[in-house]
């Protein structure tokens, strides 16, 4: 009993089409998106919660209420082969979040909460391995650094120690949770703590993707298949391609990444979240989103 208590209630929140404001509402209204979300999610998302190695979880999925049918059945199928619990609303208060973790786990002494987008998947030990740390404070951050970037056959090994699969390890009675402040602003708020390991996430490169690029250095697959599931047609690369990864592209996403970098973060600072969306908008109007994507 002791155990049992000791173990931590383990949640897992997942946007699937909630109505979104600002930039995102461009990306979501257009054609087909919520098709191919569907399909990313049957691709990557749901095979990879489903083979976790330890299934002591709970993970709850938020749905536009105005879904349409075909999607409907398409959650009934969905549950008939993980286990999550479908709740559809418009937006998810601080309240209604509270009572959703009430309604669909059992109280323990701790709560862990991770973020996950239903475009990505996990390493089939993901859950296991938060488990395993022991926070530093009652309250604490827990991000997995590394992890690995799929862009169509190409596989690529990233390390971001404050990644968008962010976790929230809390007392039980005073939950705040994963969502509580955006992955990359959780350190300002709480403490947290960046482990390194084997790769733990598995962020996918699509058409879609609101701010997912490639980042890392290309890796050949084959020794990280046994731990993801959706690796399957990921490419080995040649010796040419390695090299001019390694001596061309990698240095030229970094000195990317930084100039973008500087640019958020002054845009943040200076007008905060809401100025980022707005630079994204304009830019979007001028043909030139894919600088702030």
């Known amino acids: 009993?002791?155990?049992?208590?000791?173990?931590?209630?383990?949640?897992?929140?997942?946007?699937?089409?909630?109505?979104?404001?600002?930039?995102?509402?461009?990306?979501?209204?257009?054609?087909?998106?919520?098709?191919?979300?569907?399909?990313?999610?049957?691709?990557?998302?749901?095979?990879?919660?489903?083979?976790?190695?330890?299934?002591?979880?709970?993970?709850?999925?938020?749905?536009?209420?105005?879904?349409?049918?075909?999607?409907?059945?398409?959650?009934?199928?969905?549950?008939?082969?993980?286990?999550?619990?479908?709740?559809?609303?418009?937006?998810?208060?601080?309240?209604?979040?509270?009572?959703?973790?009430?309604?669909?786990?059992?109280?323990?002494?701790?709560?862990?909460?991770?973020?996950?987008?239903?475009?990505?998947?996990?390493?089939?030990?993901?859950?296991?391995?938060?488990?395993?740390?022991?926070?530093?404070?009652?309250?604490?951050?827990?991000?997995?650094?590394?992890?690995?970037?799929?862009?169509?056959?190409?596989v690529f090994l990233n390390r971001d120690r404050q990644n968008a699969f962010c976790s929230v390890s809390e007392p039980w009675h005073e939950p705040i949770t994963c969502w509580a402040h955006p992955h990359n602003a959780l350190s300002r708020h709480m403490p947290f703590m960046s482990v390194d390991g084997s790769p733990g996430w598995l962020q996918v490169i699509h058409g879609d993707n609101v701010s997912n690029r490639v980042r890392g250095r290309r890796v050949a697959p084959g020794k990280y298949r046994s731990n993801f599931v959706a690796l399957e047609t990921a490419a080995d690369p040649a010796l040419g391609e390695l090299l001019r990864e390694r001596f061309v592209r990698v240095p030229v996403r970094t000195m990317t990444e930084t100039v973008r970098a500087t640019a958020k973060h002054t845009i943040l600072w200076t007008l905060g979240p809401q100025g980022i969306d707005r630079a994204k908008n304009l830019w979007r109007r001028r043909n030139f989103l894919k600088f702030f994507q």
């Open 1 to 154: 009993m002791t155990q049992a208590l000791d173990t931590p209630a383990y949640v897992f929140f997942t946007r699937f089409n909630l109505p979104s404001k600002g930039y995102e509402s461009y990306v979501r209204s257009a054609e087909n998106w919520l098709h191919k979300r569907v399909d990313l999610f049957e691709r990557y998302c749901l095979p990879s919660v489903a083979a976790q190695t330890d299934q002591d979880f709970a993970w709850i999925v938020y749905f536009d209420p105005h879904s349409p049918a075909w999607l409907m059945r398409k959650i009934e199928t969905w549950q008939r082969y993980v286990r999550f619990h479908p709740i559809f609303r418009e937006e998810v208060s601080f309240a209604e979040k509270h009572a959703d973790i009430a309604a669909h786990l059992t109280p323990r002494q701790r709560l862990i909460s991770t973020n996950l987008d239903n475009d990505d998947g996990l390493a089939l030990d993901f859950v296991a391995r938060i488990k395993a740390v022991r926070p530093s404070h009652p309250r604490c951050a827990i991000f997995l650094a590394n992890g690995l970037v799929l862009n169509g056959s190409r």
